[in-house]
């Protein structure tokens, strides 16, 4: 009985990339010449759909150059790195109107995060003080 083999998209598009990739080799000017960047971006494609080893399998291609030009496009690719933002301080209250904000206590014995709401200002110092004191 025979198998009957089943194709899915992603097969047949690797299977294009393939296909592609042997049409270059045997119309190329001379056997050094570099492969193409289209080539090189199917490959890569292919690459992080089928993973690494079984697209140099199946392409024929140099695992460590293949490697390399993924590498090198997950770094065109990679979000940009965040940058400082700093936020213009709020307009200076009385000691006595009611705020709300949330305080992050870190030290070397931990970290505390508090939400408050309706509280004066000058209660954030004790209120900070005690619990610091209390996780030491």
């Given at each position: 009985?025979?198998?009957?083999?089943?194709?899915?998209?992603?097969?047949?598009?690797?299977?294009?990339?393939?296909?592609?990739?042997?049409?270059?080799?045997?119309?190329?000017?001379?056997?050094?010449?570099?492969?193409?960047?289209?080539?090189?971006?199917?490959a890569v494609s292919a690459a992080r759909q089928h993973g690494l080893y079984p697209?140099?399998?199946?392409?024929?291609?140099?695992?460590?150059?293949?490697?390399?030009?993924v590498e090198a496009a997950n770094l065109s690719h990679a979000p940009a790195a965040?940058?400082?933002?700093?936020?213009?301080?709020?307009?200076?209250?009385?000691?006595?109107?009611?705020?709300?904000?949330?305080?992050?206590?870190?030290?070397?014995?931990?970290?505390?995060?508090?939400?408050?709401?309706?509280?004066?200002?000058?209660?954030?110092?004790?209120?900070?003080?005690?619990?610091?004191?209390?996780?030491?």
């Amino acid at each position: 009985m025979a198998a009957i083999t089943q194709t899915t998209p992603t097969s047949c598009r690797l299977d294009e990339t393939r296909r592609r990739i042997e049409r270059w080799r045997e119309t190329r000017p001379h056997r050094q010449a570099p492969m193409p960047a289209a080539l090189w971006d199917a490959a890569v494609s292919a690459a992080r759909q089928h993973g690494l080893y079984p697209t140099v399998r199946t392409l024929r291609v140099d695992y460590g150059a293949l490697k390399k030009h993924v590498e090198a496009a997950n770094l065109s690719h990679a979000p940009a790195a965040p940058t400082f933002v700093e936020l213009a301080p709020a307009p200076p209250t009385t000691l006595t109107d009611p705020v709300a904000c949330v305080v992050d206590i870190i030290g070397a014995g931990g970290s505390k995060r508090i939400r408050l709401t309706g509280l004066a200002p000058s209660d954030l110092m004790t209120l900070a003080r005690m619990a610091w004191s209390e996780g030491q």
